[in-house]
């Protein structure tokens, strides 16, 4: 999941009508940082950069979701999603410096 960051415009969200979401200036996605902390379960982008079985396993913590259909999408993701090498890329250069760095 990606969460959006935008500045809403209140002069048209307050307003009578259908709601209208408008944005100005810049779209941006909130990834989060790509390694987690502590003991934390991995979020975003950080999911992508653990093997498939871990990815499978995180997405598979709700069990109110068809498992097949979280296997299904994981094998989609990981065959289309242009920015998964990108990540796992970058990991592997976190991995090599100093933890102080």
Same mark, same amino acid.
């Given at each position: 999941?990606?969460?959006? =960051?935008? &500045?809403? !415009? /209140? $002069?048209?969200?307050?307003?009578? =009508? #259908?709601?209208?979401? &408008?944005?100005?200036?810049?779209? *941006?996605?909130?990834?989060?940082? @790509?390694? $987690? *902390?502590?003991?934390?379960? #991995?979020?975003?982008?950080? %999911?992508?950069? @653990? !093997?498939? +079985?871990?990815?499978? /396993?995180?997405?598979?913590?709700?069990?109110? @979701?068809?498992? %097949?259909?979280? !296997? /299904?999408?994981?094998?989609?993701? @990981? !065959?289309? *999603?242009?920015? %998964?090498?990108?990540?796992?890329? +970058?990991?592997?250069?976190?991995?090599? &410096? #100093?933890?102080?760095?």
């Amino acid at each position: 999941m990606t969460l959006v =960051g935008v &500045k809403i !415009d /209140n $002069s048209v969200t307050r307003q009578s =009508g #259908p709601y209208c979401f &408008k944005i100005q200036e810049e779209l *941006h996605y909130l990834t989060g940082t @790509l390694l $987690s *902390h502590g003991n934390q379960t #991995p979020i975003y982008a950080q %999911i992508y950069i @653990l !093997d498939t +079985a871990e990815q499978l /396993n995180i997405r598979r913590a709700n069990n109110n @979701l068809n498992f %097949i259909v979280i !296997d /299904n999408l994981q094998t989609m993701l @990981l !065959d289309s *999603h242009s920015y %998964i090498g990108q990540y796992q890329y +970058a990991y592997e250069l976190i991995k090599e &410096k #100093p933890a102080d760095e």
